[in-house]
């Protein structure tokens, strides 16, 4: 897995138990960085930060685009990877389009249910045709 995968899992992680323990996810990052010595990834940083500062924005684009789905009804680990390719989509211009969504589908292909790459790639894929628009 390359440094920028690595950094994504982690990310998720962070994002992830945030969610599950209703804590902030720099609450969360404190934490670890205090009960290890490792540093925490720039990338993996980037991300949380990310994320948080623009989570009402994506919470909403997802919510309009997922047919069907409300982010209540989605498994929180889907949620989580769809935040995080929806930041690196529309808010990372370093990363390409299609590497993000391929990125959040390997990401549901290990973590998620059967279900969930198509749904994210879906997702995601819609968002991208749609992201000169919804950046307007």
Same mark, same amino acid.
């Given at each position: #897995?390359?440094?920028?995968?690595?950094?994504? !899992?982690? /990310? *998720?992680?962070?994002?992830?138990? /945030?969610?599950?323990?209703?804590?902030?996810? %720099?609450?969360?990052?404190?934490?670890?960085?205090?009960?290890?010595?490792?540093?925490? !990834?720039?990338?993996? *940083?980037? @991300?949380?930060?990310?994320?948080?500062?623009?989570?009402?924005? @994506?919470?909403? %684009?997802?919510?309009?685009?997922?047919?069907?789905?409300?982010?209540?009804? #989605?498994?929180?680990?889907?949620? @989580? @990877?769809?935040?995080?390719? $929806?930041?690196?989509? *529309?808010?990372?211009?370093?990363?390409?389009?299609?590497?993000?969504?391929?990125?959040?589908?390997?990401?549901?292909? $290990?973590?998620?249910?059967?279900?969930?790459?198509? %749904?994210? !790639?879906?997702?995601?894929?819609? *968002?991208?045709?749609?992201?000169?628009?919804?950046?307007?």
């Amino acid at each position: #897995m390359s440094a920028r995968g690595k950094a994504r !899992n982690r /990310a *998720l992680d962070v994002l992830f138990e /945030a969610e599950q323990r209703s804590l902030s996810a %720099f609450d969360v990052l404190r934490s670890r960085r205090e009960k290890t010595d490792q540093i925490v !990834n720039p990338y993996t *940083l980037e @991300i949380v930060e990310g994320v948080v500062s623009h989570q009402a924005a @994506i919470d909403e %684009f997802l919510e309009t685009y997922s047919q069907g789905w409300t982010l209540e009804r #989605m498994p929180s680990v889907d949620r @989580i @990877i769809l935040r995080i390719g $929806t930041w690196e989509l *529309l808010y990372n211009d370093d990363v390409p389009d299609g590497v993000a969504v391929s990125e959040a589908v390997a990401l549901a292909k $290990t973590l998620s249910t059967d279900e969930s790459p198509s %749904f994210i !790639n879906g997702l995601l894929g819609r *968002l991208q045709q749609l992201k000169p628009s919804l950046l307007a």
